[in-house]
């Protein structure tokens, strides 16, 4: 298909990802602005021309100036200089503004409150973080993260929205809890709507394991491709990138993964039930065990590794953050011992510590104007 010259439209989270050319359909008008923009987020300071904007993304040089002279006049895109051409003039570099809008990312833990501003560039500019009980009750719990939130805003004026991460279940797209593990009074409580109306400002609420694993797969340069974050911090849950895409299930089911059974007369489990690896993994850590909470999680992630065919296992999480080491050789050798040997599957630690989540958060707000909502990856992209 032959690529669209209209620039008009939003960019919204049902846009496509930038993974192909621009494409000839009107309904798809934001899909080329979010391909431009993503192009000069990914140029970084060096800056990218119109001519490469073109190349790269097959639109015609007419339809990229029509599209960057409306990101300038939103102060979008701003003038970076000139290169030196093989002919002619030289040509005006152009690169993302990185402060023309910021995201707040929220991680809502069932013990602490962890927030960040995020500029355009993914940069976290600031953040704060304060104690909380998430079972204090709804009033409780909006009140710290709208205190949290104003401190951080009060003096922006570029603010996008608020992207909230906490333990599920729930439901992303109307922004519902579910019966989250350990605390039923948040059972049908419509957070988003609720935290929206208390901040003025646009939110968007999804599982922490959804964020952190959306957060990671943007950093990885070279393509997504299919991997597992295992968090293990109050409890143990799963982000699932599947051949570049996250995967959240119909229902936002997917990666309650500490909730599968491994000893059916195992210690009895939050959830109801007994024997789940996140009980089998936390009572190993109360009782000063992590080599055997290791081995457990390893078991866990052998049978996704089994079961998905993925290429990569990235542990996180504070209790991983306590022992590392440990953590990573303990499920690898699980892992090693359960694959085939022609196949490995590294275990590492997940890059971005105590922030991780929070960071995820605000990129469920920032990656739909990037046309990534769903984490593909340009197939071309140098």
């Known amino acids: 298909?032959?690529?669209?010259?209209?620039?008009?439209?939003?960019?919204?989270?049902?846009?496509?990802?930038?993974?192909?050319?621009?494409?000839?359909?009107?309904?798809?008008?934001?899909?080329?602005?979010?391909?431009?923009?993503?192009l000069l987020r990914t140029s970084g300071e060096e800056g990218i021309s119109r001519l490469e904007l073109a190349e790269r993304t097959g639109l015609t040089p007419q339809a990229v100036s029509k599209i960057v002279g409306r990101l300038r006049d939103e102060g979008l895109a701003v003038e970076a200089g000139r290169r030196a051409s093989t002919g002619g003039k030289p040509r005006t570099v152009l690169r993302l503004a990185p402060g023309a809008g910021h995201a707040v990312g929220v991680h809502l833990d069932r013990d602490a409150l962890v927030v960040v501003l995020m500029d355009l560039s993914g940069a976290v500019v600031a953040e704060r973080g304060a104690p909380l009980d998430l079972g204090a009750g709804s009033a409780a719990v909006?009140?710290?993260?709208?205190?949290?939130?104003?401190?951080?805003?009060?003096?922006?004026?570029?603010?996008?929205?608020?992207?909230?991460?906490?333990?599920?279940?729930?439901?992303?797209?109307?922004g519902v809890l579910h019966q989250v593990t350990g605390f039923p009074e948040w059972d049908g409580f419509p957070l988003r709507d609720a935290l929206a109306e208390r901040l003025s400002l646009p939110v968007v609420v999804d599982k922490d394991t959804n964020a952190a694993a959306l957060g990671l797969a943007l950093a990885r340069p070279s393509g997504a491709g299919s991997f597992a974050y295992l968090h293990l911090g109050t409890g143990l849950g799963a982000g699932l990138v599947l051949s570049g895409a996250l995967y959240r299930g119909d229902r936002t089911g997917a990666g309650e993964f500490g909730h599968q059974v491994l000893q059916l007369d195992g210690a009895p489990c939050s959830c109801g039930n007994r024997g789940c690896i996140e009980a089998l993994c936390l009572q190993a850590v109360a009782a000063g065990d992590p080599e055997s909470a290791a081995r457990v999680?390893?078991?866990?992630?052998?049978?996704?590794?089994?079961?998905?065919?993925?290429?990569?296992?990235?542990?996180?999480?504070r209790t991983v953050a306590g022992a590392p080491q440990t953590f990573v050789r303990g499920v690898a050798d699980v892992v090693r011992g359960r694959t085939p040997s022609v196949v490995e599957v590294p275990v590492r630690q997940a890059e971005g510590g105590e922030r991780l989540v929070a960071e995820g958060a605000a990129q469920l707000v920032l990656a739909p104007l990037f046309g990534r909502a769903n984490v593909a990856f340009p197939a071309n992209r140098n």
């Open 1 to 38: 298909m032959g690529p669209v010259n209209s620039t008009n439209g939003p960019v919204t989270s049902a846009d496509p990802a930038p993974s192909a050319p621009g494409r000839n359909l009107l309904a798809l008008r934001g899909h080329n602005s979010a391909l431009v923009l993503d």
């Open 142 to 174: 909006l009140a710290a993260v709208a205190r949290e939130v104003e401190s951080l805003t009060a003096v922006r004026e570029s603010v996008l929205g608020v992207g909230v991460a906490l333990p599920g279940p729930l439901d992303h797209r109307s």
């Open 297 to 317: 999680l390893g078991e866990g992630a052998a049978n996704l590794v089994g079961l998905l065919d993925i290429d990569l296992v990235l542990l996180g999480g």
